[in-house]
T-cell receptor, first 113, second 115 residues
Framework: NAGVTQTPKFQVLKTGQSMTLQCAQD?????MSWYRQDPGMGLRLIHY???????DQGEVPNGYNVSRSTTEDFPLRLLSAAPSQTSVYFC????????????FGDGTRLSIL | AQTVTQSQPEMSVQEAETVTLSCTYD???????LFWYKQPPSRQMILVIR??????QNATENRFSVNFQKAAKSFSLKISDSQLGDAAMYFC????????????FGEGTQLTVNP
């Protein structure tokens, strides 16, 4: 099973560029979310979605945009990349019940020069 | 807002020995879920164990067990018979019953296993 697939795995951008991090899951999970991981800070929630057409902000949403047009896909857009957005990004999904664990993708390492 | 604190940035253990990783959290909710995730150098996030706050019994998964103290808001992870493959960053995480996928993570504890 593919699980949660993130592309690309690595990316280098210049300040001001825009890009989209892709996330797809094949488990028919309702909930999907994006986290960023910075050294010494654990993972922090950027945006999340409870179903197709429904998204909401997390802890650190500024500079990022999301949409959820299908159950399977949840792309994360960087509108105008800044060096502070250099991080490792994780997409996650889970089934409908809150006690179910999140399934994480392998992460995208993003560097902004 | 909920917060999760892991006060041990680094821990080390001898192979075959037992180690305990600490986690405390702050919440005003009475029902919630707690998780321990493992992140090896491959960067994958792997679920180790989970605990439902309404259950008094501590969760166990093979060599991994937790000590859940709800009144103290403490959720420690005990790894018995440590193996070299246990070396990783370990994250404690909190989840509300509602609010979608909102996991709140601690800062992580880097575990080294010495042969």
């Amino acid at each position: 099973n593919a699980g949660v697939t993130q592309t690309p795995k690595f990316q280098v951008l210049k300040t001001g560029q825009s890009m989209t991090l892709q996330c797809a899951q094949d488990m028919n999970h309702e909930y999907m979310s994006w986290y960023r991981q910075d050294p010494g800070m654990g993972l922090r929630l950027i945006h999340y979605s409870v179903g197709a057409g429904i998204t909401d902000q997390g802890e650190v949403p500024n500079g990022y945009n999301v949409s959820r047009s299908t159950t399977e896909d949840f792309p994360l857009r960087l509108l105008s990349a800044a060096p502070s957005q250099t991080s490792v990004y994780f997409c996650a999904s889970r089934a409908g019940y809150s006690n179910q664990p999140q399934h994480f993708g392998d992460g995208t390492r993003l560097s902004i020069l | 807002a909920q917060t999760v604190t892991q006060s041990q940035p680094e821990m080390s253990v001898q192979e075959a020995e037992t180690v305990t990783l600490s986690c405390t959290y702050d919440t005003s909710e009475s029902d919630y879920y707690l998780f321990w995730y493992k992140q090896p150098p491959s960067r994958q996030m792997i679920l180790v164990i989970r605990q439902e706050a309404y259950k008094q019994q501590n969760a166990t998964e093979n060599r991994f067990s937790v000590n859940f103290q709800k009144a103290a808001k403490s959720f420690s992870l005990k790894i018995s018979d440590s193996q070299l493959g246990d070396a990783a960053m370990y994250f404690c995480a909190y989840s509300r019953l509602s609010g979608g996928s909102r996991l709140t993570f601690g800062e992580g504890t880097q575990l080294t296993v010495n042969p």
